[in-house]
């Protein structure tokens, strides 16, 4: 697997980015790896995503906010418990909404950002859990994408008696659209 290749992350930002766009981002997971009621592994992996990001609004509450779609979604890391690599993808079914809000209504930042996703799971080229569904949540962002911890329940079966538990994500980086799709390709190709 490829060492990723970071773009400088951007200065502390002011407010929410004023017009929707499309975002590329890479982040690091580390997710714990239970058998027999014990952690065997801290599974580390690396993940990209591809994000359609609408354009801020102020709610109902006078909080500023804006909406995303997580696009695609590719996870990929070795387990040394396995053997073999574990990759996550979105499935194949309508995705849900996530979401960044002001935490005040004076100002954008700092925000809460949620991440709903529902993926599938591989060990290997073996799927072994189906449209799980996800929440991550990072607290006191200053920019886009976060550089915050984004916190996640998203346990799901690896295997009889295995399940990967509660994990963080660390700070999210921008990368340019060439470095995403070289490696979601790869990892894809690791279940191919």
Not at 40 to 53: H, Q, W
Not at 140 to 157: C, G, H, L, M, T
Not at 162 to 186: N, Y
């Amino acid at each position: 697997m490829s060492t990723p290749q970071i773009v400088n992350p951007l200065p502390r930002q002011t407010e929410f980015p004023p017009v929707a766009d499309v975002e590329f981002q890479q982040s690091e997971l580390n997710i714990p790896i239970v058998a027999d009621g014990e952690v065997k592994e801290i599974l580390k992996m690396s993940a990209v995503l591809r994000l359609d990001r609408g354009a801020p609004l102020t709610n109902a509450g006078g909080h500023r906010q804006f909406e995303f779609a997580i696009e695609q979604w590719e996870v990929a890391g070795f387990s040394d418990l396995f053997g073999e690599y574990v990759t996550i993808t979105l499935s194949d079914t309508p995705q849900p909404r996530s979401l960044a809000i002001a935490q005040q209504a004076a100002a954008d930042y700092p925000a809460i950002i949620v991440y709903n996703a529902i993926f599938d799971v591989y060990v290997g080229k073996r799927r072994v859990a189906e449209k799980v569904t996800g929440l991550g949540v990072g607290v006191d962002a200053y920019e886009v994408p976060p550089r915050v911890n984004i916190q996640f329940q998203k346990a799901f079966p690896l295997g009889p008696g295995i399940e990967a538990s509660a994990g963080a994500c660390a700070e999210e980086t921008a990368l340019t659209e060439g470095e995403f799709t070289a490696r979601a390709d790869e990892f894809r190709q690791l279940r191919a």
